[in-house]
């Protein structure tokens, strides 16, 4: 139900500049929605989005959003990082930090962190693989028997009054475990879900320790 730009050109055998105006005129008669640099089905519009779509997006944004996030991570602290591509970003950024645990549902973020010397706990639970994470009452049960430092998490969607929301009910679920346990929360968004709303609450910005959100200057605010 859901494909890059990319794909698609190649499926077609075109540009994916021509692929975009196809794209703009299916839209406009509510056929497709443009999603995280490809497009969903308007059927499956509120479905959680495919990994492989919402890590090419904005792509040097979150980059710079990660980068910003891990100026907040010191020596010897327990961290949380939940399953958003963007937070994954964080870990070559940790690298140097020493004393460091990390507490996570995201299969990318544990790939990425096995040969490092930080400490990696998987919360286990049921895997979402076209998500690359794991969510479930397990692993939210599992999350609530630690503390931690700072949480570090994203959504699909921040409303225009800082209302955080999200397609998928269990990942809203895990994330609010995440919540519970942690004494700093810290929410990082790029600008493509400014002023999106979905399904689900999960938090107010007004609840959390911190944000870190690009504007549309391309500039993170914290």
Known sequence: HFASIAELASVIFTSEATV????????????????????????????????????????????????????????????????SSTVRRMCKYLLDRKGLTVITNNLRVIDELKSSEIRVISVGGTLVKERDC?????????????????????????????????????????????????????????????????PFVLASLSDLTESIIETAENKTEA
Not at 20 to 33: F, P, S, T, Y
Not at 43 to 48: D, G, L, N, V, W
Not at 141 to 168: C, N, P, R, W
């Open 20 to 83: 975009r105006r196809d794209i703009a005129k299916l839209e406009a008669i509510g056929a497709i929605k443009s999603v995280y640099g490809g497009v969903v089905i308007s059927e499956y519009e509120s479905a959680p989005v495919p990994l492989f779509l919402r890590d090419k997006e904005n792509s040097a944004a979150k980059e710079k959003l990660a980068k910003e996030a891990a100026r907040l991570v010191t020596d010897n602290m327990t961290l949380i990082l939940d399953s």
């Open 134 to 198: 794991f969510v479930g009452h397990f692993a939210e049960e599992f999350i609530k028997s630690f503390k931690a430092d700072i949480l570090f998490f994203s959504s699909q969607g921040v409303s225009e009054d800082g209302v955080i929301t999200d397609s998928s009910e269990l990942e809203v679920a895990i994330r609010r475990a995440m919540l519970s346990v942690a004494k700093k929360s810290v929410f990082i968004a790029d600008i493509s879900k400014v002023g999106k709303e979905y």
